[in-house]
């Protein structure tokens, strides 16, 4: 399978290449790093070579370049389970739909061969957790079979590993799904021992707090969170309708305008993508309901309705 190459590139290592184009893949300089390992696969294809391209690819969103690169590089090694644990996470992030079963046929292939890899299994627990989410997006329908059989693939990553972070926190998310509340924060608890800076942690268990009605220690949460990352829209947003449910209706008020200004300020960022958050109009639009100021609640109502109908 080896291809035709230049006088000068046999005089090339296809390994300096290949390291060169990893050095600029850990610096997220994705472009530089296809380059290079376009040139190593040149002078020596090798499952090596096309798996690392189509990481790259991966990388660039361009999937169906990262699934064709995993393909050939299995023809040269089929037993090498990270190729298939690759091209699993590609069929999971599919455009416009993730293909579910086929990133759940890689992802067995790669058990099979390694079964005591906790991210395999975590993978798996990925991928029936999306299926749920998107089934309860698009639907309306909770599908708590999914959410059973997430946990138990992060159970099974906890089992190879104890301390196997990921798991634990998406173990968490789910226990929350399925109405489990304390074995929710047991979860997220357990992980801030671990990891104590992470502002994604406070939110998940301030929101389980705040389901359970105890919207003190959720407030508690959020201020962690908002303190951690000042600049993102979402702790004000949280600790917002946990002042609302406390009747504390300015400072709720306060929060949600808050976090439409941080929303405003991340829009004007061109390089992160930006999704509005229309839960903040219907937060301000319950608040002034509430304080009877009817004409502006609903102004607020309106515009939640024309942003999501």
């Known amino acids: 399978m080896k291809s035709a190459i230049s006088k000068d590139q046999k005089n090339e290592k296809p390994a300096a290449h290949n390291n060169l184009a990893l050095s600029y893949f850990e610096n997220h300089n ?16 090798s499952a090596v070579h096309y798996n690392n391209r189509g990481l790259a690819y991966f990388h660039c969103d ?32 599919w455009s416009p ?13 790669a058990l099979s061969i390694a079964p005591n890899n906790p991210k395999l299994w975590h993978s798996k627990g990925l991928a029936f957790q999306a299926e749920g989410e998107l089934k309860q997006k698009n639907n309306n329908i909770v599908d708590m079979e999914l959410y059973k059989c997430a946990i138990e693939m992060y159970l099974k990553a906890l089992e190879v590993q104890e301390n196997f972070m990921s798991s634990r926190f998406h173990l968490g998310l789910m226990y929350h799904k399925t109405n489990r509340f304390t074995d929710a ?14 502002k994604t942690i406070y939110i998940a268990r301030g929101v389980v707090y705040q389901d359970m009605g105890n919207h003190q220690l959720a407030i508690e949460d959020f201020n962690e969170a908002i ?4 600049e993102l829209s979402e702790g004000y947003f949280r600790r917002g309708f946990s002042y609302y449910y406390q009747k504390r209706f300015e400072l709720a008020i306060e929060d949600f ?8 300020e ?3 960022q061109d390089d992160l993508v930006f999704e509005k ?12 309901h509430e304080l009877r100021n009817f004409e502006e609640a609903i102004h607020h109502f309106d515009l939640a309705i024309e942003r999501d109908p």
């Open 30 to 45: 994705f472009e530089e790093a296809l380059l290079h390992y376009g040139k190593a696969i040149q002078i020596e294809p």
């Open 266 to 268: 991340l829009a004007e």
């Open 185 to 198: 924060l047991k979860c997220f608890s357990r992980v801030l021992v671990k990891v104590k800076d992470d």
């Open 257 to 264: 305008k808050t976090a439409q200004k941080k929303e405003l």
């Open 227 to 230: 303190n951690l990352a000042p």
């Open 62 to 93: 361009k999937l169906d370049e990262a699934r064709s690169d995993f393909d050939t590089a299995l023809k040269y090694n089929p037993n090498d389970p990270t190729i298939y644990f690759n091209r699993g996470n590609v069929y999971l992030n």
């Open 277 to 288: 958050n229309n839960g903040i109009e219907d937060g301000l639009g319950c608040c002034f």
């Open 97 to 109: 739909e993730p293909e579910f079963e086929k990133a759940h046929e890689d992802y067995n292939i």
